[in-house]
T-cell receptor
């Protein structure tokens, strides 16, 4: 069945460091891929998405490229801020519900 | 984007009592809503799918009689935790799917349930 695997956290970085959170997936067909962010005590918010191979989703300085050949959708940001501290979830559409990874906690220190 | 409102945002109840959590789609109709439980190490577990006008579909291992789900209208789904126990303490989140296949889902703000 469809599944999503993302790197375990926590990921701890200093402000302005480069961020990569790995995400790989297993799926039949052509799912859409998503990154969601969850700030403390809140629900999930869509961060970015990509609907087909080679698409790049981007938002708030975050980027992820839908790589069909490596079945990956890694999240990157060139310079993180303290305010980016949150839990990040990779997900794929299946197709009427989302399959989530386990989430990766990001902690950014000044 | 579409808005899903979940209420209450937090609740404390005594063991043995029941708690109802509401999930509303504010600016669109949702024939389906999903209920998740989030465990302390952050992973999301899909509990059930509520369907307007029919019975909810529960994931394996989720007790139907304990977690009652009702999808009363096209804009409201409720989760009732019956005879709550401390082990039911958790963060519960609802979501509504996008209007087309392979689109994003919209999430409520979550409800922190603490059973004492």
């Amino acid at each position: 069945g469809n599944s999503v695997t993302q790197m375990e956290g926590p990921v701890t970085l200093s402000e302005e460091a480069f961020l990569t959170i790995n995400c790989t997936y297993t799926a039949t067909g052509y799912p859409s891929l998503f990154w969601y962010v969850q700030y403390p005590g809140e629900g999930l918010q869509l961060l970015l998405k990509a609907t087909k191979a080679d698409d790049k989703g981007s938002n708030k300085g975050f980027e992820a490229t839908y790589r069909k050949e490596t079945t990956s959708f890694h999240l990157e940001k060139g310079s993180v801020q303290v305010s980016d501290s949150a839990v990040y979830f990779c997900a794929l559409s299946s197709p009427d519900k989302l399959i989530f990874g386990t989430g990766t906690r990001l902690q950014v220190f000044p | 984007g579409a808005v899903v409102s979940q209420h209450p945002s937090w609740v404390i109840c005594k063991s043995g009592t029941s708690v109802k959590i509401e999930c509303r789609s504010l600016d669109f109709q949702a024939t389906t809503m999903f209920w998740y439980r989030q465990f302390p190490k952050q992973s999301l577990m899909l509990m059930a799918t509520s369907n307007e006008g029919s019975k909810a579909t529960y994931e394996q291992g989720v007790e139907k009689d304990k977690f009652l789900i009702n999808h009363a209208s096209l804009t409201l789904s409720t989760l009732t935790v019956t005879s709550a126990h401390p082990e039911d303490s958790s963060f519960y989140i609802c979501s509504a799917p996008g209007q087309a296949l392979n689109t994003e889902a919209f999430f409520g703000q979550g409800t922190r349930l603490t059973v004492v």
